[in-house]
């Protein structure tokens, strides 16, 4: 990025790339005094062009560099790009596959969003006991991800035409378990931090994007649903199994970063409602239908598939022209989208220097996937 | 006033403003296409946004058709009431792909356009910050997702 002009009235600080909390990008500020004037986000020092390389490769072979977007939530990732295979090529998904896909995305959603508390909590300076308990806590998932999968991260589960293997014995007991425990753990944070007056005055009213802004900037996830919006992908164009599982959009109408943290929090719970049940209720049959290896396309389709990830909405926009390969594949990813947002922000609401990395990681930032 | 529904967004825009657009199709439920005319694209869209509320911003990005000679531009737009996907393309010819910047009537494309405009070499006029994105501000090296790009004498 070239930078843009400094006004005099201003001193302008480089935050980042090297930075240990700005993350894998950079940020710079314009700050008068402690009150920032502007933000200037400089992202792509991750790009790897996966929009690129998706084009040279096979349609399954796209899946492994897809998922590289967002490590912490690769089944929410690969959802989106395996189902736009699956409408371009025309490929059916039977019952019981969409069911335990839906079970993969809900336990990546919450390993993701474990992630993203822990982060936040550490910005407003409770160094570092928070985040390693989330970071143990996601291990309940990850050893339940190695079961299933045979890895505990990116792994490469979904297929065209279904997953790649049914739920090992067992394994619902052993979700109803991790969800019992879970929802436990959830409690004492609620409490101890949540419901904690230092951690709150460190967050409310801080950051504060209203509900017009949030439409008007395209912001998406979380943070569009704390501001008040109602839109969630998994409700609004059920793909999966949402269509038949019930659980709750939420909402929350301050905009800051505390009920960016809240929703986040709600969706956890409604994800471990979902996991329940799914262990409960997910029917018989098989998991995969057949498809060739390398899958033939017709010419000139093209299919977009939506999902709701951790982030936000990830739409996969895929062409094709009649090869084994995809002609174009556009990838819209949510944090491009709230990043736009944040480089506004100083703009709508008084910002100081010292709360920019609570808000920064109120919108939960993962530059893999603003870069792609 | 309840949202129009896909078919009647498309009935519509058929009916009442057909001088503005080239086609425009349900290709199934929640996604509807637009093929603007060039020329007419700001009118369209300021109409889309004022009057049909596409007010939420999704993303944008540009599709390489190397044998046509053409490019297209794709802007994903959003209605937060009918919520489907609408899809605002536009055909440029490839030697020269030009076009008035969207950031006029969505301030949230600038990222999105600033990207096509490194990746494709599509030129946005109104756009106030046409700069490097995702690549290095000293990029040499062509427009990577264009079907021609080689890649050759990048790296050092």
Redesign the interface.
């Known amino acids: ?2 930078e ?1 002009e400094i006004k005099p009235e201003v001193m302008r600080i480089s935050w980042g790339p090297q930075h240990p909390m700005s993350g894998q990008t950079r940020i710079l500020i314009d700050v008068d005094g402690e009150i920032v004037r502007r933000i200037i986000a400089d ?2 020092f991750t ?1 790897r ?1 996966i ?2 390389i998706l084009e040279n490769r096979t349609f399954i072979q796209g899946i492994v560099p897809i998922e590289r977007m967002v490590m912490a939530d690769t089944a929410n990732i690969a959802l989106g790009y395996v189902q736009a295979v699956e409408e371009a090529l025309g490929i059916e998904v039977p019952e019981r596959a969409k069911w335990i896909r839906s079970l993969i995305c809900e336990m990546g959603r919450i390993n993701s969003h474990l992630y993203a508390f822990g982060l936040q909590v550490e910005c407003t300076g409770y160094f570092p006991a928070v985040f390693l308990w989330t970071t143990v806590d996601r291990e309940v998932l990850l050893d339940l991800f190695e079961k299933l999968t045979g890895a505990r991260w990116s792994y490469s589960f979904f297929i065209p035409g279904g997953v790649r293997a049914d739920l090992p014995e067992g394994f619902r007991d052993e979700v109803k378990r991790a969800v019992k425990y879970l929802r436990r753990r959830f409690q004492d944070y609620w409490d101890a931090m949540v419901e904690n007056p230092l951690f709150e005055m460190r967050n409310r009213g801080v950051g504060v994007l209203s509900r017009e802004d949030a ?4 912001a ?1 996830g979380p943070v569009l649903r704390g501001s008040g ?1 109602d ?1 969630d992908v998994r409700r ?2 059920p793909y999966a199994a949402y269509g038949d599982l019930d659980f709750k959009v939420i909402t929350e109408r301050e905009g800051d970063c505390l009920a960016r943290l809240k929703v986040r929090f709600h969706e956890i719970e409604q994800s471990l409602n979902i996991m329940e049940q799914i262990a409960d209720e997910i029917p018989g049959g098989p998991v995969r239908t057949k498809v060739s290896l390398f899958p033939r396309s017709k010419p000139g389709v ?1 299919a ?1 598939s ?1 999902v709701e990830t951790a982030r936000g ?1 990830l ?1 996969v ?1 895929i ?1 094709t022209d009649g090869g084994m390969k995809p ?2 594949v ?1 990838i ?2 949510p944090t ?2 709230n ?3 944040f480089e ?1 922000l100083a703009e709508l609401d008084r910002v100081l220097v010292a709360d920019l990395p609570v808000i920064l990681y109120s919108i939960d930032p993962w530059y893999l996937d603003c ?2 | 006033m309840q949202a129009r529904s896909e078919e009647e967004l498309v009935e519509e825009l058929k009916r009442e403003h057909s001088d503005l657009l080239v086609e425009a199709v349900v290709h199934r439920s929640k996604r509807v296409s637009i093929v603007a005319k060039r020329e007419k694209l700001l009118e369209l869209a300021r109409l889309l946004r004022d009057k049909y509320s596409f007010t939420h911003p999704v993303s944008a990005g540009a599709i390489d058709y190397i044998k046509e000679g053409k490019m297209q531009m794709i802007y994903y737009l959003m209605n937060p009431e009918s919520r489907f996907m609408l899809m605002l393309r536009v055909d440029l010819p490839r030697d020269n792909p030009k076009m008035p910047s969207m950031t006029q009537i969505w301030e949230a494309m600038s990222f999105h356009e600033r990207e096509a405009w490194e990746m494709f070499g599509i030129d946005f006029e109104g756009h106030p910050n046409l700069t490097h994105l995702l690549l290095p501000p000293d990029w040499r090296g062509g427009y990577p997702l264009r079907k021609d790009f080689k890649g050759e004498g990048i790296a050092p």
């Open positions: 990025m070239t843009p992202i792509g790009h062009g929009e690129k439409i008007r900037l395209g998406t919006v839109m609004d164009e093209e977009l939506r909405e739409g926009h062409f002609y174009r556009k819209n990813s491009l989208r990043m736009y947002v506004r870069d792609r």
